[in-house]
């Protein structure tokens, strides 16, 4: 910038006879130069916007998760809610049938 500056500084003259030649190249480059900008970056553009509207959802769906409470989980397990014990030990040297006639229900 403080290259162009002292351009124009140094050829004042030029820019006070044609002032209106110098505005129009200044426009004319000027917006080239956005347009050709603007048309390589319109993917990057693009992108990002839409990342932003991804992360606005996810912050909406995270609000929403904490706005709602969560069900707790039983403490009562459903699975193995009875047991079946003998009232004495096992042993190998007990026959079969006696086995099963000392299980009981608690």
């Known amino acids: 910038m403080h290259d162009l500056i002292a351009f124009i500084g140094n050829n004042a003259e030029l820019v006070i006879a044609q002032p209106t030649a110098f505005a129009t190249f200044a426009v004319l480059f000027g917006g080239g130069g956005f347009a050709v900008g603007r048309y390589f970056l ?13 992360r606005d959802d996810e912050i909406i769906e995270l609000r929403a998760k904490q706005a ?16 079946f014990l003998p009232s004495e030990p096992v042993t190998s040297r007990q026959p079969v049938a006696q086995r099963r006639e000392s299980l009981h229900v608690r």
């Open 68 to 83: 709602r409470p969560e069900r707790e989980s039983s403490m009562i397990p459903i699975i193995g809610t009875s047991e």
């Open 42 to 54: 319109a993917e990057r553009i693009a992108n990002l916007e839409s990342r932003i509207s991804r």
